[in-house]
């Protein structure tokens, strides 16, 4: 009774939230189009880029350091960009990140060794980092007022939604197109280059200064480690992004191992993705405790069955219910993230988790990597299930009982 419940106000939410969406400003419409655009190529390539690391670097702990890195390399430009983010055009930024993105695929495709991958993931670490930062930055700036839930609402389900419509064009092309398929990175960001042209902006200015503070992370863990219960959220934080980072990358290479074919590779990477549009539904209760506690031991009942499966439609279940799993914890813990931070500060200590947040997603897929070459790579959902079992121990410190 509940689930249903909770079921229709999400989609009587769903249904108003909607209907307000056709009231927002022509910019917060584009800019979640460019999303969608952007995203589409990511969500086509994205359940075959492990496999095609895997044939180039040969072994599971290169595939995971080079994954990992992207998030490492990452948290660097996110320190450069964002200190003048605020002060330049986001509107030429985002044109900018597309036009590097057009030469992508074809420099991703003529890699042929490890190293090459290294000085990739700067380029691509940098090209990233600066579409997320950009148009995140702009997506809140032309929020209305009383309607910024609505207007990130729209750009975060245009992304998400992509994804899943990505991995089952994917799966209609991969058999007819092979790893040339990666070209979609490029050709999508070339149409996300042609629509960033109309987007409104104010600033006329592509670059209006940097500023660096040297003491930003200094201060910044200082000011963290003074608020004990954000420590402690940061703290569960890490080991959560340290587990959930992996999955991208483990489930392609484990389905291919025990003989999946692409096709259905990419119709579960679809299932894992699709829960995500399922997250309002979670965001909505109260007991925010409760909504963590089953979600962990939900999502480690899931991991501890993966170890054991080797049936295809089974992982197909076990995805889609490990999807539900990482959408119920989700928006609870970022929105405890904001509840916790002093709001004079929450700039600075959002920058600071987001730094930890980011060490965590690289050092979660290399840690993967190296345990699938001296286990398996069902090791994998083992210890991410231990880990699991462990955050739901340590939920009851940063909730009170509801």
Request: charged share 10%; proline share 3%; glycine share 6%.
């Amino acid at each position: 009774m509940k689930i249903n419940y909770y079921l229709q106000r999400y989609f009587i939410n769903r249904f108003k939230t909607s209907r307000e969406m056709f009231k927002l400003p022509l910019s917060i419409k584009i800019i979640s189009f460019i999303a969608f655009i952007y995203y589409l190529g990511w969500g086509i390539v994205s359940p075959f880029f492990p496999l095609y690391l895997k044939q180039i670097l040969g072994n599971y702990s290169s595939v995971g350091f080079i994954w990992g890195l992207l998030s490492i390399f990452s948290l660097f430009w996110a320190i450069l960009i964002g200190s003048f983010i605020d002060k330049t055009s986001k509107r030429r930024f985002i044109s900018l990140t597309m036009i590097l993105y057009l030469p992508f695929s074809y420099f991703l495709l003529s890699i042929q060794n490890f190293m090459q991958f290294i000085y990739f993931r700067i380029y691509h670490s940098f090209s990233a980092t600066s579409y997320w930062l950009a148009s995140e930055t702009y997506a809140r700036e032309h929020s209305p007022k009383g309607k910024a839930i609505e207007a990130i609402s729209l750009f975060d389900v245009s992304s998400t939604l992509s994804m899943v419509i990505g991995s089952l064009i994917g799966a209609l092309l991969i058999n007819k197109l092979g790893f040339s398929i990666l070209y979609a990175v490029s050709f999508f960001s070339f149409f996300a280059l042609l629509f960033s042209f109309f987007l409104p902006d104010h600033k006329k200015k592509l670059f209006n200064g940097i500023t660096l503070h040297k003491d930003f992370f200094s201060k910044g863990i200082k000011d963290l480690w003074a608020e004990k219960p954000l420590v402690k959220l940061t703290a569960f934080a890490f080991f959560f992004t340290f587990c959930s980072s992996v999955f991208g990358m483990i489930l392609p290479l484990f389905l291919n191992k025990i003989g999946a074919n692409y096709v259905q590779i990419a119709l579960i990477s679809a299932a894992f993705s699709l829960p995500l549009l399922l997250e309002p539904v979670f965001a909505v209760r109260k007991n925010r405790r409760a909504v963590l506690i089953y979600g962990l031991l939900g999502g480690a009942a899931v991991l501890l069955s993966m170890f054991f499966l080797q049936s295809t439609f089974l992982l197909f279940l076990a995805s889609l219910l490990l999807g539900v799993s990482l959408a119920a914890i989700t928006p609870v813990l970022f929105g405890q993230f904001t509840v916790l931070m002093p709001k004079k500060k929450i700039g600075e200590l959002s920058s600071i988790a987001f730094a930890i947040r980011s060490m965590a997603a690289g050092l979660g897929p290399i840690a993967a990597g190296f345990v699938s070459d001296s286990l398996g790579l069902n090791y994998v959902f083992l210890f991410t299930f231990i880990i699991f079992l462990a955050l739901v121990f340590f939920v009851g410190v940063l909730f009170k009982k509801s």
